[in-house]
């Protein structure tokens, strides 16, 4: 673990539409919200690209918004080697995805990867992927978003 201040995250699920980029703008709003926000870089990402390019999911922008998060300017990307050594910190959303994350570790990497609750909270929930659920499922997982970026920003 990095004894200095973080500057930099990188979050990542599956595909880059629900979760990652709802905690992409949760994270931004919970910084600026405390003031923390400058000079910090903040991104998400997906460890498949079958979305590169696309919006957010459109219930993931709906639940953002309901709470003055805009998230709808976001665009899907894929992990790539490079985000390895250009943020201090990678977290996946669920299990799967840390796994996933660290199979495409490069030999030069400097980022601290992770579950992100584990990372954020000291706990082994995974936040589920809500992309077949229902609306109540994508509020569900903004409130864990939530929660867990309210932890993380402890060490920003």
Do not use: W
């Amino acid at each position: 673990m990095k004894t200095h201040p973080l500057r930099s995250v990188l979050f990542v699920c599956l595909g880059n539409i629900c979760r990652s980029p709802l905690a992409e703008g949760v994270f931004k709003f919970v910084l600026e919200e405390q003031g923390k926000a400058h000079g910090v870089v903040i991104d998400s990402a997906g460890t498949n690209g079958y979305h590169t390019g696309e919006a957010p999911d459109e219930r993931s922008i709906a639940v953002a918004g309901r709470y003055g998060i805009d998230i709808s300017g976001q665009r899907c990307r894929q992990l790539k080697a490079e985000d390895f050594v250009h943020f201090d910190l990678i977290l996946g959303m669920d299990r799967a995805n840390v796994a996933a994350i660290e199979a495409r570790r490069p030999p030069n990497a400097t980022a601290e990867t992770g579950l992100f609750s584990a990372v954020a909270l000291g706990e082994n929930n995974q936040i589920p992927d809500p992309y077949y659920g229902t609306g109540a499922d994508f509020e569900r997982v903004y409130l864990m978003v939530l929660k867990a970026s309210k932890g993380l920003s402890n060490r920003f």
